[in-house]
């Protein structure tokens, strides 16, 4: 009969599987959007919007100071046709008809007059800081 020849057992290696390539993508995704999330800290979170009514030919309030960053929404609960209209021409509505809204974001501090196009007496200030 032949004899079977043993060899000497080997100390078991476990093989090298090179990283698979969709999972270096998927790696550097992952690592921008945490420095991203980072990053932006308390400037990264929404802030609630504020709003200004429009009633009685007035801006209510007139003055409204806010945070960079802040969207403001006029609401108009007027009768009359309105406007939201900048001094200095950054932001203008078109006419504001009872129950509609214009919406601006302020992104940098300041102060920024506003008028109704349709009523020179309706003044409004928002203040940026």
Not at 56 to 67: F, G, I, N
Request: hydrophobic share 40%; with cysteine.
């Amino acid at each position: 009969m032949d004899e079977i020849r043993r060899l000497p057992a080997r100390p078991c290696r476990p093989t090298r599987t090179p990283p698979s390539r969709p999972l270096l993508p998927a790696l550097v995704a992952t690592g921008v959007a945490l420095s991203l999330l980072l990053g932006l800290g308390a400037a990264g979170r929404a802030l609630p919007p504020a709003s200004v009514d429009i009633q009685d030919s007035k801006y209510v309030p007139q003055a409204l100071t806010v945070a960079p960053g802040t969207t403001v929404r006029w609401i108009n609960r007027d009768e009359e046709t309105h406007t939201v209209t900048s001094a200095t021409g950054l932001f203008g509505s078109a006419g504001l008809d009872l129950g509609e809204a214009y919406s601006y974001t302020f992104a940098a501090p300041g102060v920024y007059p506003y008028t109704c196009d349709l009523h020179a007496f309706m003044q409004g200030t928002i203040v940026v800081k």
